[in-house]
């Protein structure tokens, strides 16, 4: 892997703000499409509405309050790739 430079090129992709479905698809999309030759990309997104969002490899009743969720209409989103619960 070769590092970046101050001279390279970096893509900024500005999508404003999106339903929180579509944020998390727009994240997997891009990093799906990413090849070696790929800019660096600052992918700039947020959501419309709040939303929780856990990572792969956690257990969603020890990283979230269920039951706030619910009681908020809060959605919950597992990520394809892992980290930390984020809201």
Excluded: F, W
């Excluded at 090849?35 to 020890?62: F, N, R, S």
Aim: net charge negative; proline share 8%.
């Amino acid at each position: 892997m070769e590092l970046t430079t101050m001279n390279d090129p970096v893509r900024v992709i500005d999508l404003g703000l999106v339903s929180p479905m579509r944020s998390q698809s727009i994240y997997h999309g891009l990093a799906y499409a990413m090849k070696p030759d790929t800019p660096d990309t600052i992918l700039l997104v947020g959501p419309t509405d709040p939303y929780v969002c856990i990572g792969y490899h956690q257990e969603l009743e020890k990283e979230v309050d269920v039951d706030y969720c619910r009681e908020h209409n809060l959605p919950i989103y597992r990520r394809e790739v892992g980290g930390g619960a984020v809201y």
